[in-house]
């Protein structure tokens, strides 16, 4: 957007606004997202605690200021309004009204092949697949953190620490989220490229929350978490390995939690439709035994609710989860995706749970091992550079444990249209 002769749509006049005279890297720019998604979840719950079908509409608006004042500093601005139409139970996930989205400033330098970046104030990150620290772009309200974010980058390394107060959402009055020292999240992380085409990294982080509550413990969370995933790609293989060790305590009884979560796939570019036959397998710890003061729940941390569905009907908490599915793309623009997936507690001493750590009522130590099994099925479609349309449907077929829990079989589905400018 410096070169004039390339602005040539509406809008693109405000994409690059030149603040000095021959100097390209000062200018001011503005963007705005919009988002529009109809959902129906006939079970909300799988329909226990006595929730009924539910229709909606829930609309997120974002603007934005980019401000560089030079190649280093920036500024970034950006306000939010989220709402939701006619959903009957309103959570912080689903309604922002009027408040500040991010406000971060930035530095960046080089130092000769070396690349140094510094942010400070409201921001947002997510690392691998989102399975754990996401932008949680599935609900309405994203998350952000205020934070201190530091970054260095050689050739061969990336290091990355921040501390950080994730934000919590209200909207009880315009412009009034927090963060407080109530909730922290702090994190060490580094990452190696192998054999150019793969990526090996590992972090440690601190999650600490005062007044945590979990079936079989309660009091101040202190959970020290190491991290470490392995991903890449060749002659047609993916693969995204990655495996999560959590220790510390809540009150007065002692963290022994863990997960996984594996996907790979195989994609036949040279095909027509260029099919990807793909295979997930995840799984995360419950807790086994009751009163004996050692928790074995894992805390998925800051999940990404659409890893599995986007109708969030379970969690990354006490489970196994085996989903098999199969990608096409029958034109450039359309991607189609059918799966199928099967899943099962880790513990029957512990819940099932829901998004994204909601245990459910009557079925921790009870019923069997089986949670149940869900068909799903996806397709994307870009309608142009700024306008994307998507469409899910999802199944679920109740197991034991939940059926005795008074849950029943349930159904999704969500039409949206996403404009990004």
Do not use: C
């Not at 970046?117 to 994203?142: H, I, T």
């Not at 450039?332 to 507690?345: C, H, I, P, V």
């Amino acid at each position: 957007m410096a070169n004039p002769s390339l602005r040539n749509r509406p809008g693109d006049g405000l994409k690059y606004i030149a603040l000095a005279e021959g100097d390209p890297d000062s200018y001011l720019s503005f963007g705005m997202n919009l988002r529009e998604r109809m959902e129906y979840n006939d079970a909300v719950a799988f329909g226990t605690g006595g929730s009924r079908s539910d229709s909606y509409l829930i609309q997120r608006l974002q603007v934005h200021a980019d401000l560089h004042l030079d190649k280093h500093w920036q500024l970034f601005t950006q306000l939010e309004d989220a709402r939701d139409y006619g959903k009957q139970v309103t959570t912080p996930a689903d309604r922002n009204p009027a408040d500040v989205r991010l406000a971060f400033v930035a530095y960046n330098t080089t130092m000769g092949d070396n690349t140094f970046k510094f942010r400070v104030g409201r921001q947002e990150f997510a690392f691998d697949l989102q399975r754990f620290v996401s932008l949680r772009d599935g609900p309405n309200v994203r998350q952000a953190y205020d934070a201190i974010w530091a970054d260095w980058e050689t050739p061969d390394w990336r290091v990355i620490g921040f501390v950080s107060q994730p934000v919590q959402y209200r909207d009880a009055q315009d412009f009034d989220d927090y963060s407080d020292r109530h909730l922290r999240f702090n994190m060490v992380r580094a990452e190696h490229p192998l054999f150019g085409t793969q990526e090996l990294s590992a972090y440690y982080a601190l999650y600490s929350r005062d007044n945590a509550h979990y079936i079989d413990a309660s009091g101040r969370e202190s959970r020290h978490i190491l991290d470490v995933r392995y991903a890449g790609g060749a002659h047609g293989l993916d693969w995204d390995l990655e495996t999560m060790l959590q220790r510390g305590s809540v009150g007065a009884s002692d963290i022994r939690a863990w997960a996984i979560g594996t996907r790979a796939g195989y994609t036949f570019a040279t095909t027509s439709w260029q099919p990807r036959l793909g295979l997930q397998l995840d799984a995360a710890s419950g807790d086994h035994h009751g009163a004996d003061h050692t928790l074995g729940t894992f805390n998925p941390l800051f999940p990404n609710g659409y890893y599995l569905t986007l109708a969030g009907y379970t969690g990354y908490v006490n489970f196994i989860h085996l989903k098999p599915s199969v990608t096409v793309k029958p034109v450039t623009r359309l991607t189609l995706t059918a799966a199928l997936a099967l899943q099962w507690r880790q513990t029957t001493a512990d819940a099932v749970y829901t998004q994204p750590n909601i245990p459910i009522p009557g079925t921790a130590g009870h019923g069997g091992r089986r949670t149940g099994s869900y068909g799903q099925l996806r397709g994307d479609y870009a309608i142009n550079s700024n306008l994307v349309a998507a469409l899910e449907m999802v199944h679920f077929e109740v197991g034991d444990a939940l059926r005795r829990a008074g849950a029943h079989n349930s159904n999704y589905l969500g039409a949206e249209l996403k404009y990004q400018w």
